[in-house]
């Protein structure tokens, strides 16, 4: 059975030319086998498997997460421009991945093995199940309900792992814990699973509510994508009222000095899998920066939305490099970004 779904999205500010530029790069990678990095614990010869034997779905775009957050980016715009004239080949690509066997051997693999792509890969496997419950038509229907067993064996090991997690992650990559825990919430939210919004809440009031003068000057190091600064302040507009948040915000950051944080990040080598993330990391910053904006008064709301622009502006010149270390998942990051996902 399918949940009713609250749709928790921004404003699109994407145009058709920029979406199927985007789909071209999420396309491009689907069925994409090699190279691909599966992070992976032998423990037998027996698991030495092609990634398409152990992920028959998400076995492209280099990992298993980028390959979650491509077949996102794809249901995504099909569902943001229903009259594209890519909707019919988008459609025959995931009618070939989307299936009840398929899907059913990756929720498998999920669940033997608990702490695969914990939390990074769980968080985009959320959003892409919300996505997926949002396509309103009865192909859409099947993939949501097919999809289902996934979302179920990812929240089960989160209800399971988070009470154990006693220490936040703070770093620049995937095992940082605020984003996981935002894209969660809205997952909870939209489902109406208030036990797991519960044990979120408390967690990220556990781990961030008390937090004060965050080093803006020590970011950003030098292969990060993510701001664990500006995650943590994105998911706390999601968890504290307008004015408590304001408050905590104007502590988080005093006096609003963004510090390095306010600086659009150059990329020396756009070519090289790791100084690439930076540009993902100006993605990331402007998505979060505009979620804070969101809850600022009129004056901060301004500074911060200019802020943002200045990132995407950045962000957006360099994903076309024409290397596959950068293409296989910056369009997701523009995708998240551009159509207000998780605003």
């Given amino acids: 059975m399918i949940l009713q779904l609250s749709p928790l999205h921004g404003a699109n500010r994407m145009t058709e030319e920029q979406a199927k530029k985007f ?68 459609r025959v690509a995931l009618r070939g991945k989307f299936s009840e066997e398929k899907l059913q051997k990756e929720a498998a693999y999920l669940k ?21 419950r949002l396509l309103e038509d009865d192909e859409g229907e099947k993939w949501a309900q097919w999809y289902r067993p996934l979302e179920e064996v990812i929240v089960s090991h989160a209800k399971s792992y988070l009470p154990r997690l006693d220490w936040p992650v703070r770093c620049g990559f995937h095992p940082e814990s605020a984003f996981p825990l935002g894209q969660m919430l809205d997952w909870a939210r939209a489902t109406g699973d208030e036990d ?42 999601r968890v504290m009222g307008k004015e408590d948040y304001r408050k905590w915000l104007s502590e988080f950051f005093p006096k609003f000095d963004l510090g390095n944080l306010a600086d659009p990040l150059a990329v020396s080598d756009l070519e090289d899998g790791h100084l690439v993330h930076l540009a993902g990391l100006n993605l990331n910053r402007a998505w979060c920066l505009r979620g804070v904006a969101s809850s600022l008064d009129a004056e901060q709301k301004k500074r911060f939305l200019a802020i943002a622009k200045a990132h995407e502006e950045k962000g957006l010149q360099q994903i076309f490099s024409g290397s596959y270390a950068g293409e296989h998942w910056l369009g997701s990051f523009a995708t998240y970004l551009l159509t207000g996902s998780g605003e």
Wanted: overall charge neutral.
């Fill in 196 to 237: 797991f919004e519960t044990l979120l809440l408390l967690k990220a009031g556990h781990f961030y509510a008390k937090d004060q003068a965050y080093p803006v000057r020590y970011e950003p190091s030098g292969t990060d994508f993510f701001s664990a600064g500006l995650n943590e302040a994105d998911l706390m507009r």
């Fill in 23 to 90: 789909v071209d790069l999420a396309l491009a990678g689907l069925a994409k086998e090699f190279p691909n990095k599966i992070s992976v614990v032998l423990t037998s010869k027996a698991d030495l498997k092609a990634p398409q034997e152990m992920f028959p779905v998400f076995y492209g775009h280099f990992d298993w997460h980028s390959s979650v957050h491509g077949h996102w980016t794809l249901v995504r715009l099909m569902r943001l421009y229903p009259e594209a004239e890519w909707q019919g080949k988008v």
């Fill in 112 to 132: 033997a093995h608990k702490s695969f792509e914990r939390m990074y890969g769980w968080a985009w496997a959320l959003r892409l199940g919300m996505e997926l």
